[in-house]
């Protein structure tokens, strides 16, 4: 009998981050894959973060997993997003190699020594004695462990449409995955069906970019991680171009053949990514949309136009594109296309992503009606750790609550609230955005990572360094004071700034919202020899103290809620004082703390209290109990 620690099925960004982490606790993992060559594969847009995401990334690597790593290995263009815009939502997003990216996937993958590799396609689940307690294969053999994960991503009975030509498939190229689905039914998790799109690729060659307008990188590079300096590929340029009113009035004419508007897709799609048919139809009144030329990679001719999903006959997907500059001649090497699959209802989850009716099966990424890479990698990470800590009856699950970190957030919004639509993260779904900042990821969190044993030591003191030149700047800042001399206020006007009017401490002075880091340096020399590489976290601390402290002290109002566990199977039958709505609600739902609770939509502020109350005395009964038997 073959037996692991963990079984993480599906090699995809959940399932890499889902191994990686568990493999890192000490954990025998087995990867299983139908197809071991497309470890890490981006099956859509070849490019990592942008809004919300990148924060999620940030927030991966601060708890030890690797997606960071690998877009900064294989990034050939880097931007920072939303720089207009306050620190909060600042974001940085890389367009990926995509070849180099799967590739990186697969080496360190292959390099851990925890983590056997596997390809076969998983057809069933060995449920035992109440527990998931393995899988079987297509080959019919048995692989037995601990705990489960699927992510499975839109394999479960993935079904590609082009037109009206449908074809069974996980993604092109991928066959879709059977067996499994019907099993999950069967042990009593509520299935549903999404869909998603993605764009015809084409052939770079065929395509005058002398007519378009470039976008290049930013420069410096705004990279991913903050602790791993890696090589840097070659960096490429998108271009632009637009659709037209011909464009649209092509398409609107074979609207009847597209999968999604000739009824023969019924599921719901990605609000937020929606296709091209969708775009026309829903914004008749425009008369242009912008489409981003992407590379797929260095030695690829493949060009991702972002913003064509669709799932169009090929003839007209071609004779679409041909009527947009730049595209008069184009090629395409492989059409867009739509794709339905199965998904399990996240309200099927506990916070710590095992299922509530399959004791140590846990599920990860776009199998939980999310959309996106980095939604499925950070899932990835939480379910992999938590698959390790189910192994040992002693330890707690581990959960991340709304206010440390965006993965709290995601996964607080999909077991309480559920999803009719494919999950995408945005900063607008935190109600903290200033604290859970893309660039204090590693403060929020990287501690938690390595008390479980996903971070490293090395990282771990190097974050340990980073703290202390921050906190001896930031003391140095307070303690040195400007003074309104003549001299010195000849130097601040000279820089094009309000000369002072009152003695100001540099952290002060640092407040004003035209002041910058570079301004203290040359008012004090001596600051700019000492070189700070962490000078952007100690401005946004100095410029929104004041806010980030509002927001800290709202959060500390919060936290006795967050913190309060409800054990687990508690029965709402005891509290006769809650209605029966608001009973069934938190039966059906059985929050993980009193904080989640009052998220379920019909629970109120009064049924918090009162199960507050019965917590406190049922915590101190406990307690009596334990010390009477002392
Ligand atoms: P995946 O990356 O899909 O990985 C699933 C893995 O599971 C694969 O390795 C597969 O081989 C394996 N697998 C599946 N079933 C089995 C089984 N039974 N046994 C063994 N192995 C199995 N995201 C966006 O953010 N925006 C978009 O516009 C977008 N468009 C998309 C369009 C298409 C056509 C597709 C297919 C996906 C699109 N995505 C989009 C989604 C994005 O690809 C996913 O969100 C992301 O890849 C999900 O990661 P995952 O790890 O959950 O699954």
């Given at each position: ?385 938590n698959a390790v800590l189910s192994l040992s009856a002693s330890k707690d699950p581990f959960v991340l609550s709304r206010t440390e970190s965006y993965l ?223």
């Amino acid at each position: 009998m073959i037996r692991f620690d963990v079984i993480v099925v599906g090699a995809g960004h959940a399932g890499i981050e889902a191994s990686w982490a568990a493999a890192k606790m000490g954990a025998k993992v087995c990867l299983i894959s139908s197809n071991m060559d497309r470890i890490g594969h981006m099956s859509c847009n070849p490019a990592i973060g942008g809004l919300g995401k990148s924060h999620l990334v940030k927030e991966i690597e601060a708890l030890g997993g690797v997606m960071a790593w690998l877009i900064d290995e294989t990034g050939i263009q880097f931007r920072r997003l939303n720089t207009r815009k306050g620190p909060a939502v600042w974001s940085t997003r890389a367009q990926a190699d995509k070849d180099l990216y799967a590739r990186a996937a697969k080496r360190i993958i292959e390099s851990e020594s925890g983590i056997v590799c596997k390809e076969a396609m998983v057809e069933d689940l060995l449920y035992r004695e109440g527990r998931c307690q393995g899988v079987i294969t297509h080959l019919g053999e048995e692989i037995w462990a601990g705990a489960v994960v699927l992510t499975t991503g839109t394999f479960l009975n993935g079904l590609i449409h082009i037109g009206t030509l449908n074809l069974s498939g996980g993604r092109l190229g991928d066959k879709a995955s059977k067996g499994l689905s019907q099993r999950l039914l069967d042990l009593g998790l509520k299935r549903g069906r999404m869909k998603t799109g993605t764009v015809p690729r084409l052939d770079k060659k065929t395509i005058d970019f002398n007519v378009l307008e470039e976008q290049p990188g930013d420069e410096p590079l705004p990279r991913f991680s903050i602790f791993r300096q890696t090589s840097v590929q070659k960096q490429l340029p998108c271009h632009v171009t637009y659709t037209n009113p011909h464009t649209h009035q092509l398409i609107r004419e074979h609207l009847h053949e597209s999968a999604m508007y000739s009824g023969q897709i019924q599921s719901i799609g990605p609000r937020y990514c929606p296709c091209i048919e969708d775009k026309i139809v829903r914004f008749a009144d425009k008369d242009q949309h912008q489409v981003f030329l992407e590379p797929e990679g260095l030695d690829t001719a493949e060009i991702y136009p972002n913003g064509l999903s669709n799932s169009l006959p090929l003839a007209t997907q071609v004779a679409f594109l041909r009527s947009m500059k730049g595209l008069e001649k184009v090629e395409v090497i492989r059409p867009g296309y739509a794709i339905e699959y199965d998904y399990v209802d996240p309200t099927e989850l506990h916070p710590w992503l095992e299922t509530k009716k399959v004791p140590g099966l846990f599920h990860a990424g776009q199998i939980n009606g999310t959309t996106g890479y980095e939604e499925a990698a950070a899932q990835g990470w939480l379910a992999g750790a938590n698959a390790v800590l189910s192994l040992s009856a002693s330890k707690d699950p581990f959960v991340l609550s709304r206010t440390e970190s965006y993965l709290g957030v995601l996964v607080d919004d999909l077991v309480t609230k559920g999803t009719q639509e494919p999950y995408r993260m945005f900063t607008s779904r935190a109600e903290h955005r200033l604290h859970l900042r893309e660039d204090n990821a590693d403060a929020r969190l990287l501690e938690k990572g390595y008390e479980l044993g996903t971070v490293d030591a090395t990282t771990h003191s190097m974050y340990q360094e980073k703290k202390s030149v921050i906190e001896s700047c930031t003391q140095h800042l307070k303690s040195k004071r400007f003074t309104p001399t003549p001299a010195t206020n000849e130097k601040i006007s000279a820089l094009g700034l309000t000369p002072l009017k009152s003695p100001n401490t540099y952290w002060e002075f640092l407040k004003r919202p035209e002041v910058q880091w570079s301004h203290i340096e040359m008012l004090d020399p001596d600051l700019a020899q000492h070189k700070n590489p962490f000078i952007e976290n100690i401005e946004i601390a100095s410029k929104y103290e004041g806010y980030i402290a509002r927001e800290q002290v709202e959060i500390s109002r919060s936290s006795k809620d967050e913190h309060t566990v409800i054990p687990k199977g508690f029965d709402y039958q005891m509290l006769p004082s809650l209605s029966n709505e608001v009973r069934e609600k938190l039966q059906k739902v059985q929050p993980h703390t009193l904080g989640q609770a009052l998220r379920i939509s019909g629970v109120t502020p009064a049924a918090i209290s009162i199960m507050s109350m019965y917590l406190k005395k049922f915590q101190q009964s406990k307690t009596s109990t334990q010390e009477n038997s002392q």
